[in-house]
């Protein structure tokens, strides 16, 4: 089939290192693999583009040896310029919000839509795959006149993330948006069972909302003996290793490893805090393993090409999720919970959310309290102390992915809803 993926999101650098890029490029890859023709259309490519409009254009790329088309959709400069005039206007008057950005995805979607339309008037795809973004109704636009399927894959819920995280003073026309994008779609995927009632709860038809959630590439991430190359050029040293890949976010629980590494550390001869990913908190984290006299037990990688995640997760002793209890359901599917899994080592997470649904408590990972460091400290001596349990918990780990959590197996899936829609369009639009 021909397959239209739409990122019609201007924050998400197709071709970067953020976890929602690796999500895009990991399921059109696998869609791919099946032997479907992709097309992959977004704003932007790298971060560098992403406030420096160029002119639309479309190239063949190559991800693992299968090739996509790529097209590269940039808002136009007159748009780049009213967001400028916000920000401007934000910073005589002393402010920080993200009323810019928004209003930035509001004018995109008909210049998204228009160019759209240009491509694929004369050959349609067979169903249009859209990762679903605030204000961005082009998808269903462009599905309605192709008469073909719209699907929106759903991460988060849109609108409350936004009024949680990022003030705008739009939050009723972001939930109004949201709203009509999911109920008009011909079926929404959600990665998570906590997003399914939320799309339920605008008013989406039960049973056009599914749980799909999120895969892992298991010929990159898979068990195997570390590099000594690695170890050595990131000076890990010749200790035993806690891991974290992320974001460094709030909602991450970042801010207790400082305290994890210093309860631990005169236990443990050459321990190391290996942090793999960037953000806002790197700094506030930086300063508080100083103030505690561990940053040379410390090691940030920074963003890195993801086989080089893979190659550093293997040298993990105890891999990282310690998710804090939030404000609002814990809604999230993270991929860094199926990368450690997937390369077979052992897992310590709070059990939150759809983590415990995928990790089996003394069988497939560890899994502790929210925000208990206490209980967090423990996991990570039991790993620690007991290497044999580590191995055991990193192969069922290991063998729970490869059968259950892929990007080719979640690609099926897709595929499968797609062509029952298409052969049951009045159903499906019912």
């Known amino acids: 089939m021909n397959i239209l993926y739409l990122c019609p999101d201007v924050g998400i650098p197709v071709l970067g290192q953020k976890g929602a890029a690796v999500h895009v490029r990991s399921l059109v890859t696998a869609l791919s693999g099946l032997g479907h023709k992709v ?3 977004a704003p932007c490519l790298h971060k560098s583009t ?3 409009p160029t002119h639309s254009r479309f190239r063949r790329i190559c991800w693992n040896n299968l090739d996509v088309t790529l097209f590269q959709l940039p808002a136009s400069l007159a748009i780049q310029n009213v967001s400028d005039s916000l920000k401007g206007f934000n910073e005589v008057l002393g402010i920080d919000n993200s009323l810019p950005s928004a209003v930035r995805r509001i004018l995109y979607n008909q210049e998204l839509l228009t160019q759209l339309q240009r491509r694929f008037e004369e050959v349609p795809p067979d169903f249009i795959y859209e990762r679903g973004s605030l204000y961005a109704t082009a998808g269903v636009s462009l599905a309605r006149e192709l008469n073909v ?7 988060a819920p849109l609108a409350l993330e936004q009024a949680s995280y990022r003030a705008t003073g739009l939050d009723d026309l972001a939930t109004q ?35 799909l959630p999120n895969g892992v590439d298991t010929n990159l991430f898979r068990p195997g003996a570390p590099d000594p190359g690695t170890r050595a050029r990131w000076g890990l040293g010749d200790g035993p290793i806690l891991g974290f890949v992320g974001m460094l976010r709030p909602w991450h629980g970042v801010m207790a490893l400082p305290l994890v590494l210093g309860r631990l550390v005169d236990r443990y001869k050459n321990l190391r805090l290996v942090i793999v990913g960037d953000g806002p908190l790197r700094a506030q984290l930086e300063r508080d393993l100083r103030d505690r006299g561990l940053i040379s ?11 080089e995640v893979a190659e550093l997760i293997r040298h993990f002793d105890v891999a990282l999720a310690p998710y804090s209890q939030l404000d609002h359901a814990f809604y ?28 089996k408590d003394g069988k497939t990972g560890l899994l502790y309290p929210p925000d208990d460091v206490d209980a967090l400290v423990s996991a990570c001596n039991r790993l620690l102390d007991d290497r044999n349990l580590g191995q055991r918990l990193g192969q069922a780990s290991a063998l729970e992915i490869r059968e259950r959590y892929t990007w ?23």
């Open 39 to 41: 097309f992959l259309a």
């Open 50 to 52: 992403v406030s420096r």
């Open 149 to 155: 399927p719209l699907i929106i894959e759903l991460n």
């Open 177 to 211: 948006a949201e709203r009509w994008i999911l109920s008009q779609a011909n079926a929404v995927l959600t990665v998570s069972s906590v997003l399914q009632d939320y799309a339920i709860s605008l008013g989406v038809n039960a049973n056009r909302v599914h749980v």
């Open 297 to 307: 037990n410390a090691v940030f990688t920074m963003s890195v090409r993801q086989d």
């Open 332 to 359: 999230f599917s993270p991929l860094k919970l199926f990368e450690y899994m997937a390369s077979g080592v052992p897992v310590v997470a709070a059990e939150i959310g759809q983590i415990a649904q995928v990790v």
């Open 408 to 430: 080719t197996n979640n690609a099926k899936r897709v595929v499968e809803l797609a062509r029952s829609l298409i052969a049951r369009p009045a159903e499906a639009c019912a």
